[in-house]
């Protein structure tokens, strides 16, 4: 009886410690200088009439706490959880949206091609009314997605979308590209970022903690930081393993989604 009332307490304050660590972390990342993000209100309002569906409730409470975040003084550190189909690529594509209306670029790193790719296809024609550049960039693929290019994409990125991959880096670099989707070749040194607001990483868990510290430091000033998971964890693990992060839970399904 003794020895599992000490085991308990060795468990116990290994827990603690951990949390602790996280609190550290997200107070040390809050003291981070952040510039403030203004965007025309009525972005919002014309992003979600031309959606060829409602926000499910659970998107729009999310929403709400990842914008306030966004408009507040403080770096957003926030751990978006949803089960495939949920609805959080709508939800990173408004946050972008505002972000780069607001007057910076925004980066989002998913951990294979495919599922950056998937990334590409979907947000760039949510996107494309409203004049921004969208690049992908992977290992061995570089296209860029403009207001002066048709409205929509194929299955098949068109060939005219295509850019040399030097010629991406320094259009990123230079600013003129708003919002970059890739792979891991976001940490590459040469890419250069002129001015981050914005990191969204996707399957986080499938990512070193060294690789994404090196994709929001590409920055002078501290960006925004959303992680965004499919991987169902219960909200009590979640807060012991994360808790330098704010979480947030889209519980809801959109209506037609089969099971």
């Known amino acids: 009886e003794l020895a599992a009332k000490a085991r308990e307490r060795l468990a116990f304050e290994e827990l603690f410690i951990m949390q602790l660590r996280g609190l550290i972390?997200?107070?040390?990342?809050?003291?981070?200088?952040?510039?403030?993000?203004?965007?025309?209100q009525e972005i919002t309002m014309s992003f979600?009439?031309?959606?060829?569906?409602?926000?499910?409730?659970?998107?729009?409470?999310?929403?709400?706490?990842?914008?306030?975040?966004?408009?507040?003084?403080?770096?957003?550190?926030?751990?978006?959880?949803?089960?495939?189909g949920s609805g959080k690529t709508v939800v990173a594509a408004l946050a972008m949206l505002l972000v780069a209306k607001a007057g910076f670029q925004c980066a989002m790193m998913a951990p294979t091609e495919i599922l950056a790719e998937q990334?590409?296809?979907?947000?760039?024609?949510?996107?494309a009314e409203f004049?921004?550049?969208?690049?992908?960039?992977?290992?061995?693929k570089?296209?860029?997605?403009?207001?002066?290019?048709p409205k929509g994409l194929l299955e098949e990125v068109p060939d005219k979308l295509k850019i040399k991959i030097s010629e991406l880096?320094?259009?990123?670099?230079?600013?003129?590209?708003?919002?970059?989707?890739g792979t891991q070749a976001l940490l590459e040194t040469d890419m250069v970022f002129a001015k981050v607001g914005l990191v969204i990483i996707d399957e986080q868990h499938r990512f070193g903690?060294?690789?994404?510290?090196?994709?929001?430091?590409?920055?002078?000033?501290?960006?925004?930081?959303?992680m965004?998971?499919?991987?169902?964890?219960?909200?009590?693990?979640?807060?012991?393993?994360?808790?330098?992060?704010?979480?947030?839970?889209?519980?809801e399904m959109p209506k037609g989604r089969q099971k």
């Open 119 to 127: 990334h590409f296809q979907k947000i760039a024609p949510l996107l």
């Open 142 to 149: 570089s296209f860029i997605f403009s207001p002066d290019n």
């Open 169 to 181: 880096k320094q259009k990123i670099s230079q600013g003129s590209v708003e919002i970059v989707i």
């Open 25 to 40: 972390r997200k107070k040390e990342w809050q003291k981070g200088q952040k510039a403030k993000r203004v965007w025309p």
């Open 209 to 226: 903690v060294a690789q994404r510290a090196d994709l929001h430091q590409k920055n002078k000033e501290t960006p925004d930081f959303l």
């Open 48 to 84: 979600l009439q031309k959606l060829p569906f409602a926000l499910t409730e659970a998107q729009k409470k999310v929403l709400n706490e990842i914008l306030g975040d966004i408009q507040s003084s403080f770096p957003m550190r926030r751990l978006l959880e949803g089960d495939v």
């Open 228 to 251: 965004m998971s499919a991987t169902p964890i219960p909200r009590s693990l979640a807060l012991a393993l994360y808790g330098d992060l704010d979480l947030s839970v889209l519980d």
């Open 131 to 140: 004049g921004l550049k969208i690049s992908l960039v992977t290992s061995n």
